[in-house]
């Protein structure tokens, strides 16, 4: 019987606590479409372009991994429920970029603006080094899912799935 290190066991507790923490956001993700009256798929092209702003059809559908038929779907009915609307590129008008809408943002604060100002308190309570380090162990976790997922998008390519 083999006997793990105490560094591998730390290793394997936060591994375990970051997949705990996000089964607790998708928990929460899913209470949050049904109180906006959407998807869980729309729910995340909406966080996208939130967080990026306006956007094209094609980068919503790179940065959520769906296809363009699909986002235009998306979009369509993000449209309908009022939470987001098609504009021309102000660069570039033949260009149409995704943006959300006051409602979208008056919502979205609704619901996760309490957890971010409790998030906010409790980050307040920690040094910049420990802020730095969780920086530096979130953009490693990032990195790693990013190149997984290409991993996943090859092999599915591969096999003729997508």
Known sequence: MSRQSPKQALIDE??????????QENAFDNLAAQKLRVNRTD?????????????TAGELATETGLTTGAVTAV?????????ARRTRDSHDRRRVMVEGTRRLFEEAMAIWGPMKAEWDAIM???????LELL????EDGIAAGSRHAERLRSELDADGES
């Open 14 to 23: 936060l591994g375990e606590l970051f997949r705990i923490s996000g089964n």
């Open 43 to 55: 729910l995340n092209c909406l966080d996208v372009i939130q967080r990026i702003g306006p956007l």
């Open 75 to 83: 979009i369509d009915r993000l449209e309908r429920a009022g939470f």
């Open 124 to 130: 307040a309570k920690r040094t910049t080094a420990e």
């Open 135 to 138: 920086r530096g162990f979130l």
